[in-house]
């Protein structure tokens, strides 16, 4: 088979943008919408599709060319504004994401700069000696910013798990939630479910020259296992996936469901849950049946403490007052010993995976 280096391109570039930054129109996969272009120029790379525009550059333009002179190379914009309609064309994105041989920040970024850097060690032999790529990559990658070894992790985590969520897409998080970074990680299909994982228990700092850092000695391995509750919606396109999630949520959690399950099953101690929370309710199991039964039930609240790192959709500091709430974002929340460094915490997050397949299995497939 042929490689796709147009696809392979997109899909990772389309990996580093945060899943809260994704375009308002258009789906959240990293298949390409509509028609992709893609164009080659001497400091950077332009491609799109209907949904955005992103610009992989070498790290010559940061220094010998304004970012308005950069993203005006493109004539692609011009052609997304033709190809679709007018309401669209004014909603398409454009990221700039430069590239460096080591995984680095940029202090203050301009405007569409990304401050994490694409490293070259994330981009395969094959798509590296593509066409696309050769031109870049022959003159020398000079730094950027301060180095950013969290990265290295986070890409070890997504090379040994992915096979493990097939058909999943995976979306960089390092920025808009300030207590966590890692991966979130969108189940295919009608479904909002999603599985977090990557570092939590961060505090954020600034150094003086603006480059944004953590504090890591509270930093523990952290995994949730999540959709958005009844009505919570980012986009108005989601309604349809969210009121699906409802009903999946209801199976998962009612008398036969997979966690309610794991649950009895830890109860049993025929399984160990590793150092992970699953946030069931009584309620649920008689709203499932009801649901059989045609019915529709709105849950109360489950039980559990979701934690100050565990809603993606609150405030990290909303705190054990999540629990008031009629649904949790999180049906699942795990925290491992704040001493495992990046192996160990990828080991358990495999422990995790393999525990939660029939959930995952059910949410993928339904």
């Known amino acids: 088979m042929m490689a796709n280096f147009e696809d392979d391109l997109f899909s990772l570039l389309w990996s580093e943008i945060d899943f809260d930054d994704h375009p308002i129109c258009g789906g959240h996969g990293s298949e390409p919408q509509g028609e992709l272009e893609i164009s080659v120029n001497e400091n950077c790379i332009i491609i799109n599709d209907n949904r955005i525009e992103m610009i992989l550059a070498h790290p010559d333009a940061f220094h010998n060319e304004s970012i308005e002179k950069l993203l005006s190379v493109s004539e692609n914009s011009r052609k997304v504004a033709s190809a679709i309609s007018e309401e669209t064309s004014k909603q398409t994105s454009q990221h700039v994401i430069f590239l ?43 730094s950027l910013g301060e180095s950013a070894e969290w990265r290295h992790d986070l890409w070890s985590w997504r090379e040994d798990l992915s096979s493990r969520l097939p058909g999943w897409t995976w979306h960089l998080e390092f920025a ?8 979130y990680i969108r189940a295919p299909g009608n479904t909002l479910f999603t599985v977090f994982l990557g570092w939590g228990g961060l505090e954020p700092r600034r150094f003086e020259q603006g480059v944004q850092s953590y504090d890591y000695s509270g930093k523990h391995g952290f995994f949730l296992f999540e959709r958005a509750p009844l009505g919570q919606l980012d986009r108005p396109d989601e309604a349809e996936a969210n009121r699906a999630d409802h009903y999946r949520t209801r199976h998962l959690l009612g008398e036969a469901g997979q966690l309610t399950e794991l649950v009895n099953a ?7 849950l590793v ?32 934690g100050a790192d565990a809603g993606s959709g609150a405030d990290a500091e909303a705190g054990a007052d999540a629990v008031s709430e009629p649904e949790l974002w999180p049906l699942v929340i795990a925290r491992c010993p704040p001493e495992w460094g990046g192996a160990e915490v990828g080991e358990w997050f495999g422990d995790l995976l393999r525990l939660l397949r029939p959930a995952i299995d059910y949410v993928s497939m339904t």
Do not use: C
């Not at 680095?104 to 000696?129: C, F, Y």
């Not at 830890?266 to 160990?272: K, L, T």
């Not at 009584?282 to 403490?305: I, Q």
């Open 275 to 306: 150092f992970a929370e699953i946030l069931v309710s009584t309620d649920w199991a008689s709203a499932a049946t009801d649901a059989e039964a045609g019915a529709v039930v709105e849950p109360k609240a489950a039980t559990g403490w979701a």
């Open 100 to 142: 460096t041989e080591r995984p680095e920040m940029i202090s203050n970024p301009p405007e569409k700069v990304h401050s994490s850097t694409l490293p070259r060690t994330w981009i395969g032999d094959e798509l590296a000696q593509s066409e696309y790529l050769r031109g870049l990559l022959s003159k020398p990658l000079i």
């Open 266 to 272: 830890a109860s049993r101690g025929d399984v160990d």
């Open 176 to 183: 808009n939630k300030s207590d966590r970074l890692g991966w």
